[in-house]
């Protein structure tokens, strides 16, 4: 999905800023915008090759530059189809399909100005019985063999993410009935959403320490610091993880009572994932995401019983 939508204020901005054109945003010449000339429309896709195939970005047409910075707008014409002959224009020009993309019209001053912003995902981008394109100084150009043997390398490559959680079903210890402290079993996902393998990670696990077992061996034996009140325990990837493949990267062991109710209340657990091509993190809410008898534990309440016998 595209993030942000450009809009007349943007584009005055730019304007009274001189900003200049670069292959994120960039300043396409009226000349080039002639619907039907099939030299004008060859150009044009090679500008949209080359901004699909160097990372995205935005694309406006209807404004003059000097030196490629913007001066003043001059619009272009368009009517009620040209949105839609655009588009088929680069979807039946373009392989593979560009998916991320979002083609509107801006009237600024009574003048129209055209947009066109794509968002990228590496994948290589090829104009049908022309080739593939990046940029040489704002112009488009072919891209030689090796830059495109590395769009490809670069397209496929690991991508962790954290899936969840199951077993955050609490089972009770109970004394006359009544329960005197809530142990839970978790079971923590992850999952290769990426197109290549990956075998090089780890997964740290921040739990407040007042809620861990420290005779957990599945979880203790990754022990790796304390900080502030959490425990920190850091577990090496052990298998190769391939394409959407999910893994049962840790299992442990929490439980709350009255001495730690508090803790578990007001305290996150969190989770950092490293592999080779970045870093995510995840924080959650300890009592949002665990529970008892298929209800949230809000307070102490559940053990009050217990503590006035």
Known sequence: MIKEKITPTHVLSWIDGKIKSSNRLLFIENAIWQPGNERKERQLLQYIDAISNQGG??????LQTFRNRAQKIIGIEINERTEFW????????????????????????????????IESNDVPYMIISDGFYGWNDLKPRKLHEQEIRQLYQNSHKPLLEYVGVINTQGVALLENGIP??????????????????EKDYKVEFWFPSSLTDANFS????????????????????????????????????????????????????????????????????????????????LNNSIFKQNAIK
């Open 86 to 117: 655009l588009r088929t224009l680069i979807k039946t020009n373009i392989s593979p399909v560009i998916e991320n993309i979002d083609i509107y019209t801006l009237c600024i001053n009574d003048k129209n100005v055209l947009v066109l912003t």
């Open 218 to 297: 599945p979880l203790q034996q990754y022990f790796h610091r304390l900080d502030g009140v959490y425990s920190v325990f850091s577990i090496p990837g052990k298998t190769t993880l391939f394409q959407d493949e999910v893994y049962t990267i840790a299992e442990a062991k929490l439980a709350v009572h009255t001495e730690n109710i508090e803790d578990f209340l007001e305290h996150d657990f969190l989770i950092h994932l490293f592999y080779s091509k970045g870093k995510k993190t995840y924080r959650f809410k300890l009592s949002e995401t665990f529970n008892y008898q298929k209800q949230r534990i």
């Open 57 to 62: 970005g935005t694309m406006v047409l209807g």
């Open 180 to 197: 005197t402290s809530i142990q839970f079993y978790p079971k923590f996902l992850i999952r290769n959403a990426g197109t290549a393998p």
